[in-house]
């Protein structure tokens, strides 16, 4: 049974015992000082039901019957027309719902009138259709770039075991050179793709850790690697209690330092990292000097295998998912990730996370 028929008969049901009662109570002041016998009508009552000059207990029970009758015809058109404008808008959810599940996450129900239950549902199922539609078309993306990214290093390989083939006198050292450097950046995607999955889920560890120790620890880590290329590393800020996981936190700190010192000036470079607490948050905030950007460009680079050509070095490209991992932790640590351009040239990363709570 359908819930417009539910409906209806609801409807009909409700109608039909409201007539009853007042009929009732209309027989019962009707029948005041009237000898209690029962009537029973036959079809001459009928008849004089449509009398104006006959009325009386004879001619009440026939009239009472005919509207009821007239009270079930009505109720039961009534009611039909009434659940069928009233569920109107569900079945236009209906339908976007099935052109969901055919895979067209572009349509929209835009329900009209006034906000009402319906309307709400409406509203929040086409909210969810357009999240699912941004969604879907950053995994297709994605999908796309990783398998371009991952085909380079294996067309490489291909390319240099055929050369070795119809070069017998090649060098075999430096072709075996060449392989493991291509097998290392294969491996390296193939890790960063793996973390960056794993990343996008929440973190339900709930340890505490300090943000500021942190960037201690990944300033040690990358310390060595910074002096090689000239670049100094400046620390400064306060305690920064936070709830998470350890090891995203650690490594979405060192990406954002060795995003600094990779992407800046050729030499005499700086990357600052400072810690700070606000009333119900955290703030980590990672600045590196190197070339001018633009606004435009900034807000593209959490982009998987997003890379702006100004801040492509040969000698360390990456993988281009470093951005991109620290993106997907902070989101599992219900925090926002901003990037904004330096004036001076350079870039300005601020994470900011909950503040974890302090205790009593």
């Known amino acids: 049974m359908s819930v417009r028929i539910k409906l209806t008969l609801s ?99 835009e329900l009209e009138g006034p906000k009402d239950e319906f309307r709400e549902l409406a509203d929040s199922f086409d909210a969810m259709l357009a999240r699912l539609e941004v969604h879907v078309a950053e995994q297709q993306r994605f999908a796309a770039n990783a398998s371009h990214e991952l085909r380079t290093p294996l067309a490489i390989t291909q390319t240099l075991l055929d050369v070795a083939r119809n070069d017998p006198n090649r060098d075999s050292g430096e072709l075996d050179d060449r392989l493991r450097a291509v097998n290392a950046r294969a ?41 090689k290329r000239g670049v100094t590393i400046e620390t400064s800020g306060d305690i920064a209690p936070t709830v998470g996981s350890h090891a995203l936190l650690l490594q979405m700190t060192t990406n954002l330092l060795h995003n600094g010192i990779v992407h800046n000036l050729p030499e005499s470079g700086t990357v600052q990292v400072s810690t700070a607490i606000g009333p119900e948050s955290v703030m980590l905030t990672v600045e590196n000097t190197g070339d001018k950007l633009s606004s435009q460009l900034a807000s593209t680079l959490t982009e998987p295998f997003q890379r702006g050509t100004e801040r492509l070095r040969t000698d360390h490209a990456g993988v281009g998912l470093g951005l991109a991992i620290v993106k997907s932790i902070v989101q599992a640590h219900d925090g926002t990730l901003t990037l904004s351009p330096r004036a001076a040239g350079g870039l300005r990363v601020a994470v900011q996370l909950p503040a974890a709570r302090r205790s009593p």
């Open 187 to 227: 491996i390296d995607l193939t890790e960063a793709l793996l973390l960056l999955s794993r990343a996008g889920q929440r973190s339900n560890t709930g340890e505490h850790v300090d943000l500021s120790l942190i960037a201690e620890e990944a300033t040690e880590t990358l310390l060595p690697f910074a002096e």
């Open 11 to 109: 409807y009909v049901g409700f109608l039909m015992i409201a007539g009853t009662l007042l009929l009732v109570a209309a027989w019962v002041f009707l029948m005041r000082g009237t000898p209690n016998t029962l009537v029973v009508p036959d079809l001459s009552d009928f008849r004089r039901v449509f009398d104006p000059h006959s009325f009386g207990p004879v001619v009440f029970v026939p009239a009472a019957v005919l509207v009821l009758g007239f009270l079930l015809v009505f109720g039961l058109v009534g009611g039909w027309i009434l659940a069928g404008r009233v569920l109107a808008p569900l079945s236009r959810i209906t339908d976007a719902t099935r052109r969901a599940a055919k895979g067209s996450l572009s349509y929209r129900i």
